[in-house]
């Protein structure tokens, strides 16, 4: 942490107070931050230009009142400008995958392939470890035969030889890792668990997030409209992850060119499937390779791409995207993700 001069001088107010107060000021007094100044309070975040106080008291403060798009997309535009990664037209669809799996398993992880496998350029962002009995992305994917990037560079380099890369948070933007890791000193999520779902570092045209309650799909639609992102869809996704849950009707907000719309995908079964008591990891490569059935895993890795066809563009119906899917699923190579 950097030693300011406003740490010398106490009797001095710190810059960064007028954001704690604009968010602390009891009921009456306090209200959301403007665009600009979440834009420019997350910038002094990002530049180690606040007190570990401050940031506590900062962090907690927007928790309780919680996020708005206005706040969100400052925030991400902050970080976005830390980051500054060159737009060069790289990557088609941008995934985040930070909320991590405990009821079943990362099922999204074979979608996100299976459009891999078809020409399209997936980059995975996400963070692990944060939250105690999840299984995150990056810790399965060996068995999968793949390895996570360790930096933009070898991000790159994957993608343009795979079309998949899962780059963590903490080789693009250190800080904003370092915040979610402080769950367990906090005891609770913060605003940063939401902000980096809508980071897009590449850029992409279009960009998916899962989230887990419902009342945050509308802040991430209505942030990435004023981010002026091209495409976006946001979903409940089960475990909070990017995944369509197949026994659940699911509701997608998008963001089209400006444009917002709201579309239900209808549950894929009547009832709903017992959770497995454990999660095997290796079940992953397995159900890839047609060594395991089960039609639950099926359902949402075939839904879970069905909605992620459309918002790319390649179909104009839900029909038409189950049934390209599907396609997919049927022709996909069985031994490309094998492992020893």
């Not at 810059?15 to 604009?22: D, L």
């Not at 737009?87 to 405990?102: C, H, I, P, Q, T």
Request: include cysteine; hydrophobic fraction near 40%.
């Amino acid at each position: 942490m950097k030693l300011t001069h406003h740490e010398q001088t106490p009797h001095q107010e710190h810059p960064f107070a007028e954001y704690v107060r604009i968010l602390g000021k009891g009921k009456k007094g306090s209200r959301p931050l403007t665009q600009e100044e979440a834009y420019r309070a997350l910038s002094m975040i990002l530049a180690d230009e606040v007190l570990p106080v401050q940031l506590g008291a900062f962090l907690m403060l927007m928790r309780v009142k919680e996020e708005t798009a206005e706040e969100l997309a400052g925030f991400v535009q902050a970080a976005r400008a830390s980051f500054n990664i060159a737009d060069d037209g790289l990557v088609n669809l941008d995934w985040s995958s930070y909320a991590g799996k405990r009821r079943h398993l990362p099922w999204f992880l074979l979608s996100a392939l299976l459009l891999a496998e078809n020409g399209m350029t997936v980059f995975m962002h996400g963070a692990s470890g944060h939250s105690a009995g999840r299984l995150y992305t990056e810790n399965v994917l060996a068995y999968l035969g793949l390895t996570a990037a360790s930096s933009i560079t070898e991000a790159k380099q994957q993608l343009k030889a795979q079309h998949f890369s899962y780059l963590s948070l903490e080789h693009f933007c250190p800080k904003l890792h370092e915040i979610i890791e402080m769950r367990p000193i906090l005891g609770l999520r913060s605003p940063v668990h939401t902000l980096v779902r809508l980071l897009n570092p590449f850029n992409a045209s279009c960009s998916i997030q899962g989230i887990f309650h419902p009342s945050y799909r509308q802040v991430h639609q209505h942030a990435a409209a004023l981010l002026n992102q091209p495409h976006m869809a946001v979903l409940k996704g089960e475990g909070g992850e990017t995944e369509r849950n197949p026994d659940m009707e699911c509701l997608v907000q998008s963001v089209h060119l400006g444009a917002l719309s709201d579309e239900n995908w209808p549950a894929l079964f009547p009832r709903r499937h017992v959770k497995s008591e454990q999660l095997d990891p290796a079940q992953l490569a397995q159900i890839w390779r047609g060594e395991y059935e089960d039609e639950f895993a099926q359902a949402a890795i075939i839904g879970t791409t069905a909605i992620a066809l459309k918002l790319l563009g390649k179909v104009e119906t839900q029909a038409h995207a189950h049934e390209l899917a599907m396609v997919y699923w049927l022709d996909r190579d069985k031994q490309k993700y094998a492992t020893a």
